[in-house]
């Protein structure tokens, strides 16, 4: 009986995965919903993190977009085409007025995949010029890693890169709205930059501000300079912290990710030097740190073996 069952249940799950396959290629299934942080803006926050998989069809990072007085600014554009034509729709929900500017907070490439679905339209992409260095390089990569690891459900991307590119810190009147462009210096990545509404004391943080998970550290960002720009954005006193994963927070997350952050570093670093090897360094860490934060994120025992091990590597 059993063995008839499973024998029946096999085909019937195959079926199911190319049914959903042929869902998702023609994007019916993406029902996003938007959330208003402030007068204008306004967020679109995925609910799943880390890895791309087949159950988030690789829809794992948030997009959140301004409604000027002369169109759309979309921070974000997501992993995919078909995840774009999802946050198009949810922002049509809100306005009817066009998508007239990009921004890509870095070159990951959850943050800048859907770019193709608003240059269609003729919006103008905003980036830093060292990020475009990088989506140039690992773009078509990830487009096949993205696709495979999802099981095809991020269906087919067009890279499109930005247009507009930043050298530095500096200040825009967008559609009327007053922006500050802020560089990380590679801190969570090479070229990720923040986006300030000075007015609203709004922050659009990328992956260089967190809310519910621990701040990842990846192989090519700078540790030092990721503590100093959230120092730098604390300083601003933001009122909204929009972050690239996770539910929008306030300012306080961010002197949160800054103590936590310059503690790890510091103590990686006296272990590295005192000769103490990885895992004991993040015993020490856990136990150390661990009362305090674990009740402040969602990940802490995974994220904290992840912050050391990619600590300590840099220190060798
Ligand atoms: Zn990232």
């Known amino acids: 009986m059993l ?6 249940l096999i085909p019937l799950s195959l079926m199911a995965l190319m049914f959903n396959n042929s869902v998702w290629a023609t994007n019916t299934d993406f029902d996003f919903s938007v959330t208003p942080v402030a007068d204008n803006v306004y967020s679109i926050i ?3 993190y880390g890895l791309p998989s087949p159950e988030n069809k690789g829809w794992n990072s948030n997009s959140h977009f301004v409604v000027t007085e ?7 554009t997501g992993s995919s085409e078909l995840v774009a034509q999802g946050i198009r ?14 921004v890509n907070s870095h070159s990951h490439a959850d943050h800048w995949f859907g770019n193709a679905e608003f240059a269609d339209t003729g919006a103008e992409i905003i980036a830093t010029a060292a990020a475009l260095t990088i989506m140039k390089q690992d773009g078509p990569g990830a487009v096949e890693f993205f696709s495979r690891v999802t099981e095809g459900a991020t269906g087919t991307t067009r890279l499109i890169h930005p247009t507009t590119l930043l050298t530095q810190r500096e200040k825009r009147n967008i559609g009327g709205v007053e922006v500050e462009f802020i560089f990380s210096n590679d801190g969570h990545s090479p070229g ?7 007015k609203q004391k709004i922050i659009f943080g990328g992956d260089v501000l967190n ?5 990842m550290i990846i192989y090519h960002g700078n540790v030092d300079n990721l503590i100093n720009t959230i120092n730098v954005v604390a300083k601003l006193n933001p009122t909204i912290v929009l972050p690239g994963h996770g539910k929008p927070t306030t300012g306080k997350s961010v002197i949160r990710d800054a103590d936590l952050l310059a503690a790890v570093w510091s103590m990686v670093k ?3 030097k005192a000769g103490n090897p990885q895992d004991e360094i993040q015993k020490q860490i856990s136990t150390k740190l661990g009362p305090i934060y674990r009740p402040l994120y969602k990940n802490f025992d995974s994220a904290i073996k992840q912050q050391v091990e990619a600590m300590y590597k840099k220190q060798q």
């Open 89 to 102: 729709r949810a922002i049509k929900s809100v306005t009817n007025k066009p998508v007239r500017w990009v």
């Open 46 to 48: 995925a609910p799943a």
């Open 70 to 76: 002369e169109g759309v600014l979309v921070f974000d």
């Open 270 to 272: 006296a272990g590295y």
């Open 211 to 215: 809310s519910d998970w621990m701040p």
């Open 3 to 8: 063995k008839a069952c499973k024998q029946i």
């Open 192 to 198: 990720d930059v923040l986006m300030w509404l000075p």
